[in-house]
């Protein structure tokens, strides 16, 4: 099926960048691997080395830097690791408290880089699910 078609609801509310990133990869995937969960693996892959999830949809990353924004997207495939589910953890602690700030996040002035990234991550997915409901 056509990544169009497959097109997660974040993707929906971001801007057009991230979804043609999105919609490339995943179909370069489907050609490769086969429909499914790999596929859809594979486009967040390379939607997260350009963009990062703020709420409830995706933004280019700060000063359009490019790389892995996590743990897991830095390693090779099969080698375990933590996935910061879109949050990009290699910015800067200012950056991420400005995202922090955003979206809300209480005690924020009081958390380290590591903790304002989980915080930023937590309430991404509160966002999400918000937006859909």
């Not at 995943?26 to 490769?32: G, L, P």
């Not at 486009?43 to 350009?50: N, V």
């Not at 949809?57 to 897991?72: A, M, T």
């Amino acid at each position: 099926m056509p990544g169009e078609q497959e097109l997660p609801s974040t993707l929906r509310r971001s801007e057009q960048g991230a979804r043609r990133t999105w919609i490339a990869a995943h179909d370069s995937a489907v050609e490769q691997y086969g429909e499914g969960e790999r596929a859809h693996r594979v486009a967040y892959s390379a939607l997260k080395h350009s963009y990062e999830k703020v709420g409830d949809h995706w933004e280019r990353k700060e000063g359009g830097r490019k790389g892995p924004s996590d743990e897991l997207a830095a390693t090779p495939r099969g080698t375990g690791g933590y996935s910061g589910g879109g949050t990009d953890e290699n910015a800067s602690k200012g950056h991420l408290y400005e995202l922090a700030k955003r979206l809300g996040v209480q005690g924020r002035s009081r958390m380290s880089k590591a903790e304002l990234a989980a915080a930023v991550e937590k309430a991404n997915r509160s966002a999400t699910r918000r937006a859909r409901s």
